[in-house]
């Protein structure tokens, strides 16, 4: 491609709204351009390396047996009122109606649309297992949009849906898929673990999300310093080690404490550690309201709790709430006096060891110490609702806890029958008898995938693209287009180079020198060879973008020179 006629509006300085090195150099490089707030654009060599990314997801799909398809983005309502998610989402689903006025969804996924088409299309185990996937642009209203196309309101989604006729063939079906995004990711040149995650609103049993490594990541990630365990903080389990403490327990004291409403304060003002109160949260699940108790100096994994009472939905009570349900003003609550009240009190295991900790007393200005479970209040049930902290024992080895942060580039699911029961997507069995198909469902974020590698691939001049994802492998430039010997030399270099099969863009515009070595590392093609001062004498420099390592080269040491090189990059 010759660069004087590529449409590339780079520039100059970085857009004030991109807060993040691949947002803003995805911005200055030309790559995208926003339409409107989480709306974006692709611009030739941005589409060049989403069309990269997109060949590799299907080649890894096909090979693993899964068969590509396009589904529509419009949905009719009826199909997300059959799943019960018409009602179950908010504004974050995006709505339209028709002429006809009549109402569907723009796709933000399509469990409904593919559940459908087995059921219409699959009836005997005969016909199963089948993987169906397709690459295509989603719609999720986000409410706050940011971070370019990591989070972006329109953005292409590869999603896959298997369907079995047992747990054990979806079993072989997660694995297929889990082993085909580990090819994936590693093709892209992209630093990822597949870490244990939460199924969330989705459902089913089992999953993992793919994590592109980076402390931009929205995502916390446990890690163990010396197994394989890995798992999103919201998922990551802690292991209890329970050791009652000796120490008798006391008489319960009301203790005067104006003004005092966090742990912080309270530690202070009483000159206990954290780890001696007992923070009390109230939180609805669903319809229920739940008293959560945790130890002072650990945090609530809101995660853990809404899984163990298995609610849809789950909300810190305001304080509105805190007075109606527990008479109480926010700040003071704690775990006294609570008989007769519409509450259930849960407590993270930590706290059935406590003796003597002091909690609120639910009235203004007042705590109490010398609390102790069991003797001055009971917990219905107690279970591991506390993040995971750095040091803590790994529940697979017992060897610390690390945490890391990542962006969630791909997402594997166990869906089970959730959506085949409710959609009456069954098969004959051997025996005729009819079963819903076990499901499983596979997402990988394209568009944030090439934000991703950027995150973890730039530096202060541009982005650095492995050869796998790079919109062209080499950039020749040309450094002084007037110059007869440099255009003749660069021009023959050109159509050798295309000759020879590699992806050229060929700087031939009539720029300052400056101006093209400075597009150069910021579009960040893996190569570049520069056809300047030497020209006469058939040497050209060649200069690897991610190392800065360059040489100079007789042109008929080019090819040996690139065949070399480029397969490292
Ligand atoms: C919605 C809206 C947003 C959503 C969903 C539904 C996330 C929704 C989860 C999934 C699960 C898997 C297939 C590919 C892999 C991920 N955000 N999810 O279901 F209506 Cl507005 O999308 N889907």
């Known amino acids: 491609m010759r660069q004087s006629s590529l449409f590339l509006p780079t520039l100059r300085e970085v857009p004030s709204e991109a807060e993040i090195a691949s947002h803003q150099l995805m911005l200055r490089a030309g790559f995208i351009r926003q339409l409107v707030s989480g709306v974006y654009s692709y611009l030739p060599l941005g589409y060049r390396v989403l069309r990269k990314v997109t060949q590799i997801v299907r080649e890894e799909m096909d090979r693993s047996g899964a068969q590509e398809i396009s589904m529509p983005a419009i949905q009719p309502a009826e199909l997300w009122q059959e799943t019960g998610r018409w009602e179950a989402y908010g504004p974050e689903l995006m709505r339209l109606k028709d002429r006809h006025d009549r109402s569907f969804v723009l796709g933000p996924t399509h469990e409904e649309v593919v559940t459908s088409i087995a059921r219409d299309g699959i009836n005997s185990y005969k016909k199963l297992p089948v993987n169906l996937y397709q690459i295509q642009t989603k719609y999720r209203d986000e409410v706050r949009p940011r971070f370019g196309v990591i989070r972006s309101r329109e953005f292409i989604m590869k999603d896959a849906y298997s369907f079995d006729t047992t747990r054990e063939g979806l079993d072989r079906s997660y694995q297929a898929m889990y082993d085909a995004y580990t090819r994936i990711f590693t093709r892209c040149g992209m630093d990822f673990r597949a870490v244990d995650a939460d199924a969330g609103a989705i459902g089913g049993k089992g999953t993992h999300e793919f994590m592109a490594l980076s402390d931009i990541g929205e995502d916390t990630i446990a890690y163990c310093s010396s197994c394989n365990y890995a798992a999103n903080l919201e998922k990551a389990e802690v292991v209890y080690q329970g050791q009652p403490s000796e120490e008798a327990a006391a008489e319960t004291e009301r203790i005067h404490t104006p003004g005092v409403k966090t742990i912080q304060q309270l530690a202070e003002f009483l000159a206990v550690p954290a780890e001696n109160t007992v923070k009390s949260l109230l939180f609805k699940l669903d319809q229920q309201y739940v008293l959560a108790l945790i130890r002072g100096d650990h945090e609530l994994n809101d995660v853990k709790l809404k899984n163990m009472f298995d609610a849809n939905v789950i909300s810190m009570a305001s304080e509105q709430e805190v007075k109606d349900i527990l008479g109480s003003p926010v700040g003071f609550v704690g775990p006294i006096g609570l008989e007769g009240k519409k509450v259930t009190v849960v407590a993270d295991h930590a706290v059935k060891d406590m003796v003597n900790a002091v909690t609120g007393a639910g009235e203004v200005d007042y705590h109490l110490k010398n609390v102790t479970p069991g003797k001055d209040f009971s917990v219905q ?69 090439v934000a991703a590698v950027v995150e973890q691939n730039h530096d202060e001049n541009g982005i650095i693209w492995p050869r796998s994802i790079a919109p062209f492998e080499i950039h020749l430039i040309a450094v002084n287009v007037k110059n007869e010997d440099q255009l003749k030399l660069a021009e023959s270099l ?76």
């Open 381 to 449: 049930q107690y279970g591991d609702l506390r993040n995971i902290k750095e040091g803590d024992p790994c529940p697979q080895c017992g060897e610390e806890i690390r945490f890391a942060r990542g962006i969630e580039v791909g997402h594997v699911f166990k869906l089970g029958t959730r959506y085949s029961e409710k959609m009456k997507a069954t098969f004959l069995d051997e025996q005729g008898k009819e079963k819903p198909m076990i499901m499983g469902c596979y997402g990988i974020g394209i568009s944030r995938t």
């Open 494 to 569: 050109y159509e050798t180079l295309l000759a020879a099969g590699y992806e050229v863009l060929y700087d031939d515009r009539p720029e300052r020198a400056g101006v093209k070595f400075k597009d150069a590392d910021l579009v960040g093609l893996p190569l570049r060879i520069t056809v300047g001062a030497k020209a006469a004498e058939g040497v050209v420099e060649c200069k690897v973008r991610k190392t800065g390592e360059s040489e100079e080269l007789s042109t008929d040491q080019l090819l040996d020179y690139l065949k070399a090189t480029l397969s490292k990059l």
